[in-house]
Each structure stands twice: as structure tokens, then as C-alpha cells.
């Protein structure tokens, strides 16, 4: 399942609804990214943009690689869209396989993925301003272990 | 007449959708967004900052990639999820 959301998600939920769904996986993975505050910068919330007929089925494209890589019995990945309040989900991903390896791999790639290569755009919104943000180096880092 | 579409950044600085003439003759869409940088300076500044990447309903495409009547052409700055 990917599911866009401009509603709040439910980590939990969605956890209880995908591991319902298995038959055979003996491995689980979930990932809950949220907004951080921020501290210093006081980041009240993120504005996140996607493109409507592009974003999601780029997704689905990462999900048939992450497929093609590893023995996935399913994928989850819930992403907000619009506005998000700091504390909040932004996005869920689970995958699940008959052993943890893979179930494990699967789900990093797939949030290294999300965050430097799917086509959605963050701004952060906060009292001194808001400012549209790019990924960490370390997130290319991350992305780069993949390759 | 095709639709320009800006995502992240490029549309806060020039709204969601612009509207643009093709013309009589084809027109890469390098062409076209470089008429409009005409028009609009501080797309041009914009640009020049970040690396595009283009879609031509829906679909990636190089800036080569020639436009067409009705086409839907997207402006995606680099990409940020997560």
C-alpha cells in the first residue's frame, strides 16, 4: 500500500492493519519519521508539496525495486502531504519478509528513498521565518550505500 | 497554449500555474521556461540556484524534450521527503 495523506497518520493503526494483512513472513521492519521541533529554531510545523500523477508513482517504482532486491512478502509506506505539525508522523514505512535481513534492508532503502529522491518538497515553518529545506549530507550518504 | 506547473520554492515564487503561448512552431521546453525567465527575472535567479528536473504529463523528461498543445510541464526543484 502507498497511501498520500493530508490528514494525520497513525503509526499504530497502520502497523495493526499491515501485520493483519501477512501470510509467511517470519520479519516485520516498521519506520516512523516525525517533525521535529527544531529547538533552537522553534519549527511550529512543515508544509510538505508533492505532484499529483508524478510522487506517487515514482513511490510505487522505489517499491518495485526494493521488490526486485529483496524477498518482500509486502510493503507499507504512509507519507503526508500539506501541513504538519511539529511532533506529528510524516511517514510510515514497513516491510516484511521471511527473515529480519531483508526485512530490515528493505525498509531503510526505502526511507533513504523517501528522503532524497521521491518528489516531495519541505518547508519548514516556524517563527523566524519559513524556509524550504534540503536533505542532510548525511542523507546522501545514506542514499549513496544503495547505489 | 501548455501550463507550466512549479513545485517546492519555484512555486512561492511564481504561484502553482502559469500559462504559457507554444506558438506556431514546435518549442523545447528549455524554450519556453526560458521565455518566461524573460518575463519573470526572479524565476531566472531562482534557476540559477538549483538544479530542475522536468516532467511532461507526468512523465521525466530533458529540458530538450519538445512541447506540444495542452502539454502539463512540471518545474521540479531537488527533491526533499521524509
Not at chain 1, 14 to 22: D, H, K, M, S, Y
Not at chain 1, 52 to 57: D, K, L, V
Not at chain 1, 62 to 78: M, Q, T
Request: with cysteine; charged share 25%.
Amino acid at each position: 500500500m502507498i497511501a498520500l495523506s493530508s490528514s494525520s497518520i497513525d503509526p499504530v493503526a497502520l502497523g495493526a492493519e499491515f501485520l493483519n494483512g501477512l501470510a509467511g513472513a517470519g520479519a516485520v521492519a516498521t519506520f516512523t519519521g516525525l517533525v521535529r521541533p527544531e529547538g533552537g529554531k522553534q519549527v511550529e510545523a512543515l508544509f510538505i508539496d508533492h505532484a499529483a500523477g508524478i510522487t506517487e508513482p515514482a513511490i510505487e517504482g522505489a517499491v518495485a525495486e526494493a521488490k526486485r532486491r529483496w524477498p518482500l512478502i509486502a510493503v507499507s509506506i504512509a507519507h503526508r502531504i500539506g501541513r504538519v505539525p511539529a511532533g506529528e508522523p510524516v511517514v510510515f514505512v514497513a516491510t516484511a519478509a521471511e527473515h529480519r535481513r531483508a526485512a530490515f534492508e528493505a525498509c531503510d532503502f526505502l526511507m533513504d528513498y523517501l528522503k532524497t529522491d521521491a518528489p516531495f518538497w519541505k518547508k519548514q515553518i516556524s517563527r523566524s521565518g519559513d524556509e524550504w529545506i534540503e536533505p542532510r549530507a548525511e542523507d546522501y550518504t545514506d542514499s549513496g550505500r544503495w547505489r | 497554449m501548455a501550463t507550466l506547473t512549479f513545485y517546492g520554492p519555484l512555486s512561492d515564487i511564481m504561484g502553482r500555474k502559469r500559462v504559457v503561448e507554444i506558438g506556431p512552431h514546435p518549442v523545447s521546453i528549455r524554450s519556453l521556461v526560458a521565455r518566461l525567465e524573460d518575463e519573470a527575472p526572479e524565476l531566472r535567479a531562482a534557476l540559477s540556484r538549483m538544479r530542475v528536473n522536468y516532467a511532461r504529463n507526468n512523465a521525466m523528461v530533458s529540458p530538450e524534450e519538445m512541447a506540444s498543445e495542452g502539454d502539463d510541464i512540471a518545474l521540479l526543484p531537488p527533491f526533499s521527503g521524509g
